[in-house]
């Protein structure tokens, strides 16, 4: 079981009794919810916070996901151990402002997670990345973030521009902040297996696809991701960033018959 926490300046508002039975009693706009898990907006004071609560999963589910050669997520630790960890390594995320988990038993313990609203953001997904000198930024920090995640032992497992929220509106002059959201499913270790490496970045690169990536674009991403001069990488580690380029292809044809213009030349070797 990990330690309680709360922020100090949330302290009064959350008094008297069990830390999780008070989270469970927030109420606010709901944002998702499934039979284990829901994801509310609350106002607290005088500021707006995201509530994820955890009720148990069941053994059925934790078996389910086992066959299925799947981890599990069991509650909100992934998430607050993720956020820690990408705080640590620089990664601009959501401020975590409290943690709580209740129970030994992995099928039915009881956990939430609160953290500050992230306010006038759009999603990568959503913005539009076709003036070059923005999106050579963008596509730079994007690299930057990716590059320090994976160096902290964190693989997302959901690492898409969806869930990149920039702020908005941008100035001309002003460099991008990123910040990288829904770290539920996100895994922790002391280094990330090639395999969860090549699936985040084959995500990533598969939600990229509309946005008019070029393969200038991605031999950039592949230069700042890996720190590298570019000519070692691809002598190096093209077979790496071939399977991430097939994994991206792979999941855009399970819903589209065709390739959009230009992926098939972003093969690096």
Known sequence: MLKDFLADHLKDHFEGEDLFVLVDRLRGEVFRKIDDRRTIKVRIGAADYFAKI?????WVEILKNLMQGRLPVLGARNEWLALRGLSKAGVCSMTPVLFCERGLNPASRKSAILTEALESKVTLEDFDTSEPVLKWK??????SMARKMHRAGINHRDFYLCHFLMDEPLAPDQAPVLHLIDLHRAQIRQNVPRRWLVKDLGGLLFSAFEKGLTSRDLLRFI????????????????VIWDAVVKRAIKLWLQDHESLPNGVAKLLVR
């Open 54 to 58: 955890h009720q148990g999963v069941g």
């Open 138 to 143: 963008l596509v730079s920090e994007v690299a």
């Open 223 to 238: 230069r700042l991701y890996s720190g590298r001069p570019l000519r070692e990488v691809l002598a190096k580690d093209a």
